[in-house]
């Protein structure tokens, strides 16, 4: 329906807008007629009353009838002199119902007795007084009917009323296609390219390019492209990780086969009598027994998120120790310094290969920012617990991170600060404190360095035959 669109209510309301203002106006142009045609009765019945007073009174009656009618009045008083003197008159049919002062009347008053007389259908005789013009006299004052004056008024009142709605209508036309032109239209392309773009998000070429020239719909269009915009590079990042997915599960498959393998041989290491071999094989073993796991996990990864962890009681220190000893191969010649502050008997509740994972993507992050940096650097682990939660700061003395990297720290391909990095680190590492109930927070990052910390509630469901360890 025309009436429930844009365009039709900013018609309607147009409409009745400019008819109100018209109506603001019809009324005080119909009070100000109605004290025009007063005066103009004061102004002929002044004329006719000098004309009697020229003569020196010497006029028959039928000339003085003659004079009234022309008047339209019934008899004229005038004050000169300080004397009140009845100039012409003639019978009043009726008693004089009320009597108007023109002379003080104001606004307030005129507009009342205008309303009054074009809705009061009934013919009244009332008293005028005025002042004379040209000074003729200290007050004129005369009786008359109203019905000429209402008549006059009615006419007068329907000709503004024609006029007025003459003016709406057109008004209300023009302001209706401006409206259209400058708002309506551009709002229907607005909507228009949301709906063409619905139809294929993924296009780029869909996406509405801003051109209205009314600011706040400009502003509008703005907005719009930039939700386009940020919603279709959603949808592409959606169909990079589902392609990803696919290629690193089929990766992952060929991988376990090939680390099944290296398995075997590395089980075998421990069978030699060289101790060196003896030392460093638990740990290659340990390093392919986790990397064979996660490819399964890997290959049975059919949602979007980590597999629950495994929790149980483990001591933190050997899992600490673990992680530096691999980055500090890792670092080989390169100037770092590692520290570890972990009490000997600190227990806490976790699955071991997810928090090793979590440690082993802060230690790496930080051992491969002070690398880029060139100069020396020290990482630290320290680890404490409160009544509530198990605390563990990774800290280093590297450059920090850059501004944008900390914007989008923790989303994946978004977060990395290396150009060869995949930005998944710290991804990885916030689901998985997120799968222990914990959170991992960025505590500072500055020239002087960068601090991560790691809260794990103690307040969970008690593990089996953990009742007699410490907190």
């Not at 972990?342 to 928090?355: F, I, K, S, Y």
């Not at 979590?358 to 630290?380: C, D, F, H, M, Y």
């Not at 605390?391 to 944008?404: A, N, R, S």
Request: glycine fraction near 6%; charged fraction near 25%; include cysteine.
């Amino acid at each position: 329906m025309f009436l429930n669109s844009l365009s039709g209510r900013f018609l309607l309301l147009t409409i009745v807008f400019v008819m109100l203002a018209e109506v603001l106006i019809f009324v005080p142009s119909v009070a100000r007629f109605r004290v025009d045609f007063l005066l103009a009765r004061l102004e002929r019945s002044q004329i006719a009353s000098l004309a009697l007073l020229a003569s020196d009174g010497m006029i028959s009656d039928e000339l003085e009838r003659e004079l009234l009618q022309n008047a339209g009045v019934y008899n004229v008083v005038l004050r000169r002199d300080q004397a009140r003197e009845l100039v012409l008159s003639s019978p009043i049919p009726e008693p004089v119902y009320r009597s108007f002062d023109l002379r003080e009347a104001g606004v307030f008053d005129l507009i009342p007795d205008a309303l009054i007389r074009l809705v009061d259908p009934k013919t009244r005789v009332i008293r005028v007084i005025g002042q004379p013009v040209q000074r003729a006299g200290l007050l004129i004052e005369v009786t008359m009917s109203t019905a000429e004056l209402r008549k006059a008024m009615i006419d007068y009142g329907l000709r503004i009323l024609v006029l007025s709605a003459v003016i709406s209508v057109l008004s209300a036309l023009l302001l209706f296609l401006a409206a259209r032109r400058l708002l309506v239209v551009p709002i229907r392309r607005v909507v228009r390219a949301m709906l063409v773009y619905a139809e294929a998000p993924e296009d780029n070429r869909r996406i509405i390019v801003p051109s209205a020239r009314v600011r706040e719909l400009n502003e509008a269009e703005t907005a719009l492209r930039a939700l386009q915009e940020e919603l279709t590079g959603a949808l592409r990042q959606k169909d990079r990780l589902a392609q990803l997915g696919a290629a690193v599960a089929k990766i992952s498959h060929d991988l376990r086969n090939i680390l099944t393998t290296a398995q075997l041989f590395a089980d075998r290491m421990e069978l030699s009598d060289d101790p060196a071999v003896k030392r460093a094989a638990p740990k290659i073993v340990g390093a392919i027994s986790r990397a064979v796991h996660l490819c399964e996990a890997t290959l049975a990864f059919g949602r979007a998120q980590e597999p629950p962890p495994r929790l149980e009681r483990v001591a933190l220190a050997p899992i600490v120790n673990e992680v530096v000893d691999g980055e500090r191969l890792a670092a080989g010649d390169y100037d770092i310094s590692f520290s570890e502050d972990v009490p000997a008997g600190l227990t806490l509740r976790a699955d071991v290969e997810q928090l090793l994972r979590v440690l082993t993507n802060l230690v790496r992050n930080s051992r491969q920012a002070i690398v880029a940096s060139g100069k020396p650097g020290e990482i630290g682990i320290r680890a404490d617990e409160t009544e509530e939660d198990w605390v563990i700061k990774v800290t280093d003395t590297g450059p920090g991170l850059p501004p944008k990297a900390r914007e989008h720290l923790f989303q994946p391909f978004h977060g990395g600060t290396r150009k060869d990095g995949t930005g998944l680190g710290l991804a990885i590492a916030m689901e998985l404190v997120r799968g222990h109930g914990g959170a991992l927070e960025l505590r500072s990052s500055d020239a002087s360095g960068t601090a991560f910390e790691i809260r794990l509630p103690k307040a969970a469901a008690a593990l089996p035959g953990e009742g007699d360890l410490p907190g």
